[in-house]
């Protein structure tokens, strides 16, 4: 009689079962859709300011433009929190499929808008769905690929992040210098290019979520809801296409159930709240606010300032062309009238051409490139996170303070845009959210860091066009000693490499002292 039990019918280990699927061909290709899910989400947001600046044909006041400009942001406040909760409980692909699709659907309408609320309106529902991908491509990557990867995996997604502004300019510029316009009596309008421009930037999010389509759930997903078989076929398929061969040579026939729980039936809004709430509680809660405020540092100093950075181009420009560019940003910048020859011009009046200045769209490609190369760096870098995350918000700071220190504008500009590259540390942020806190909580973890961001950014972008123009050096050097808090908080992050425990050393120290006895321990059958 066989007294052993059959090794291939023991139950495995998620993360083992996951380990033996490897890295190929699916993870790639899946790295691949999420990044252009991400890149289309940051041409959305970056993109519509361009539209908002190019349609002249809505007549719209600088009051309007500022209100169709936020909107993407609100949009993303008022309904990240739902998504969180959506992908934490109906999955992570459905999150991506069907909000994706209707954005885009969204879009196409909204290029017919007769009116700027209309437009105004439209867009905000499309934001409202394309949201939905904040919570689940970081969070799908992360439990579909082996853990030697995913972190890398997760940096490299950000680098088409940090290129979705130059991305927006590459595809704004050609659109807008197209020549037509067609009238359309159904909705009494002219289609024009920026109308045009509308549906271009909505491609990539049509296309993310055909391609999304055809990828298997999240297997870390399915096994913690209780679905061992689903999430057990999902490994296998990807077994499959990495391995090129059968789902047949797969060896893990069945997964243990150990970490599962069953889930209580409650009402949406207790549900999403017993869905955060443990974020807020031991042994999180440190985390969470620690992650959260060097979230809410990074959007805000990234994205508050980075909206300003063509009207500093321009000023720059328009100083040098009158022979008066002398000194930094702060001692150029002012609300009166520049100069020029026998003519008086103000900077901050706006004259719509319906196009965007080659030398804006230059600037975006150029800064987004390099930081996005950077990021690509970075993700060679993925076992000393922390390290690199500190390194990033003192650079920042460090930035922030010569910027007000240097004598002429150009070095000024250099050091303007080294401060905004806290956006480097947005993917090392989001492998951290993937890492600490448990399946469960990951989508709403990931949601809830979106809504910080994007509120910080709503906030920031309003506070820094108040005092910039009236206490630029005070307001720079203050922000920098914001981002300098946030390095001190980085640096309480847990370390990328564990130490070793004193138990597990004396375990190695045993076995090698007396190695049969820990051999004989260890070939010890299972009990059938």
Same mark, same amino acid.
Request: glycine residues 6%; contains cysteine; hydrophobic residues 45%.
């Given at each position: 009689m066989d007294t052993k039990c059959d090794s291939e019918e023991a139950p495995t280990t998620f993360e083992d079962a996951l380990d033996k699927t490897g890295n190929g061909l699916y993870n790639i290709l899946l790295v691949m859709t999420c990044s252009l899910i991400l890149l289309a989400i940051g041409i959305d947001l970056f993109g519509f300011s361009l539209v908002v600046a190019a349609a002249c044909d809505l007549q719209l006041t600088v009051v309007q433009k500022g209100i169709l400009t936020s909107l993407p942001f609100i949009g993303i406040l008022l309904v990240s929190y739902l998504w969180g909760y959506v992908s934490d409980t109906r999955g992570r692909r459905f999150t991506l499929v069907i909000p994706l699709l209707l954005s885009f659907i969204l879009s196409c309408i909204s290029s017919l808008a007769p009116h700027w609320l209309f437009l105004g309106l439209v867009k905000f529902l499309c934001v409202c769905f394309a949201c939905a991908a904040n919570s689940a491509t970081y969070t799908l990557v992360g439990e579909s690929c082996i853990q030697r990867v995913r972190n890398r995996y997760m940096l490299l997604m950000t680098c088409l992040i940090l290129l979705s502004p130059a991305v927006a300019g590459i595809l704004t510029y050609p659109t807008l210098k197209l020549d037509f316009a067609v009238e359309i009596t159904w909705f009494n309008i002219v289609y024009k290019p920026w109308r045009l421009l509308i549906v271009v930037l909505a491609l990539p999010s049509g296309i993310g979520a055909a391609a999304i389509y055809f990828f298997c759930e999240s297997p870390k997903f399915l096994y913690n809801s209780g679905r061992s078989d689903e999430a057990l076929e999902v490994l296998r398929h990807i077994y499959k296409v990495n391995h090129r061969g059968s789902k047949e040579e797969f060896t893990v026939h069945s997964l243990s159930l150990g970490d599962y729980t069953p889930k209580k039936q409650m009402s949406l809004l207790r549900a999403m709240y017993e869905q955060s709430a443990p974020l807020f509680r031991p042994p999180y809660v440190w985390r969470? +606010?620690? #992650?959260?405020?060097?979230? +809410? &540092?990074?959007?805000?100093?990234?994205?508050?300032? #980075?909206?300003? #950075? %063509?009207?500093?181009?321009?000023?720059?420009? !328009?100083?040098?062309? *009158?022979?008066? $560019?002398?000194?930094?940003?702060?001692?150029?910048?002012?609300?009166?009238?520049?100069?020029?020859?026998?003519?008086?011009?103000?900077?901050?009046?706006?004259?719509?051409?319906?196009?965007?200045?080659?030398?804006?769209? !230059?600037?975006?490609? +150029? *800064?987004?490139?390099? =930081? +996005?190369?950077?990021?690509? #760096?970075?993700?060679?870098?993925?076992?000393?996170?922390?390290? &690199?995350?500190?390194? /990033?918000?003192?650079?920042?700071?460090?930035?922030?303070?010569?910027?007000?220190?240097?004598?002429? %504008? /150009? *070095?000024? &500009?250099?050091?303007?845009? &080294?401060?905004?590259?806290?956006?480097?540390?947005?993917?090392?942020? $989001?492998?951290? =959210?993937?890492?600490?806190?448990?399946?469960?909580?990951?989508?709403? $973890?990931a949601c809830l860091s979106i809504m910080v961001g994007r509120s910080s950014t709503f906030v920031g972008i309003n506070v820094v066009g108040n005092l910039i123009f009236h206490h630029c050096q005070v307001t720079f050097y203050l922000w920098s000693l914001l981002v300098l808090t946030s390095a001190v908080a980085a640096w309480f992050l847990p370390p990328d490499k564990p130490a070793v425990s004193d138990t597990k050393i004396n375990e190695s120290l045993t076995m090698l002292k007396n190695p049969k006895i820990k051999l004989s321990e260890a070939n010890e059958p299972e009990p059938c």
């Open positions: 969470s +606010a620690q #992650l959260f405020y060097i979230v +809410a &540092v990074v959007y805000i100093t990234n994205n508050s300032f #980075l909206v300003w #950075l %063509p009207y500093i181009l321009n000023l720059i420009r !328009l100083s040098m062309d *009158s022979g008066t $560019a002398t000194g930094n940003i702060c001692e150029l910048i002012s609300t009166k009238p520049l100069s020029i020859g026998n003519s008086t011009k103000n900077i901050t009046h706006e004259v719509c051409t319906g196009t965007v200045e080659h030398n804006v769209i !230059l600037t975006l490609i +150029a *800064s987004q490139s390099v =930081f +996005a190369f950077f990021n690509f #760096l970075i993700s060679y870098l993925q076992n000393r996170r922390r390290l &690199v995350l500190i390194c /990033i918000l003192c650079l920042s700071s460090i930035s922030g303070t010569c910027l007000n220190l240097v004598p002429e %504008p /150009i *070095s000024s &500009v250099f050091f303007f845009m &080294v401060f905004t590259c806290t956006c480097l540390g947005m993917g090392i942020l $989001a492998s951290y =959210f993937v890492d600490i806190y448990p399946t469960s909580y990951r989508g709403m $973890a």
